[in-house]
């Protein structure tokens, strides 16, 4: 009897979410704010999320304005959704893990509509001496992968090309040439 008082809160909620199983129907299936808010939370909680990408989920969900606000609100407030974090967070991953430059980090934060001031805070914090030397190892990894290629031209190009590609500014790339 319990369950069934459940389930009716669930079809009052007026909040539904459409899904495509394999078979390409959808089926429809009900949260309520809390429900959605948890959701959210543990979406959150599992890894960094911006403005952006939290509000591109809300909308899988259809939720009424006051509802959109209400769940906006207790993620902020309860420091579930942090944009400051989130961009320092993505700059030292993106560095780190990736490899990226400081351009393609840049674009990425853009994307997300991360503020102008905040990103280049973020990127403030990579150190100079590390990206420099993250650079190098970029260049002399290519440079090996290359080694059969006989045209130095072209060569220098691929380089040249490949580190452009991963973010590097073209500046400093030079620099390696010399």
């Not at 390409?24 to 939370?41: C, G, H, M, P, W």
């Not at 259809?62 to 609100?73: D, M, R």
Request: hydrophobic share 30%.
């Amino acid at each position: 009897m319990i369950e069934k008082d459940h389930q009716s809160d669930r079809e009052n909620s007026g909040f539904k979410l459409d899904k495509k199983k394999k078979s390409n129907t959808t089926v429809s299936q009900s949260f309520t704010v809390n429900e959605i808010r948890d959701k959210l939370a543990k979406y959150c909680a599992y890894q960094d999320r911006c403005h952006w990408e939290v509000e591109n989920k809300m909308r899988e969900f259809n939720l009424i304005p006051e509802a959109y606000e209400e769940i906006l609100i207790y993620l902020i407030q309860n420091d579930f959704l942090n944009e400051d974090r989130f961009a320092r967070s993505f700059v030292r991953g993106k560095f780190n893990q990736k490899n990226w430059g400081r351009i393609k980090i840049r674009v990425e934060l853009k994307k997300r509509r991360i503020p102008s001031k905040m990103i280049e805070s973020a990127l403030g914090e990579i150190d100079e001496e590390d990206y420099f030397k993250t650079l190098q190892k970029l260049f002399e990894k290519k440079k090996e992968s290359l080694k059969n290629d006989r045209e130095s031209f072209k060569k220098k190009a691929k380089i040249r090309n490949y580190l452009l590609q991963k973010g590097f500014e073209s500046e400093i790339i030079a620099e390696l040439f010399r």
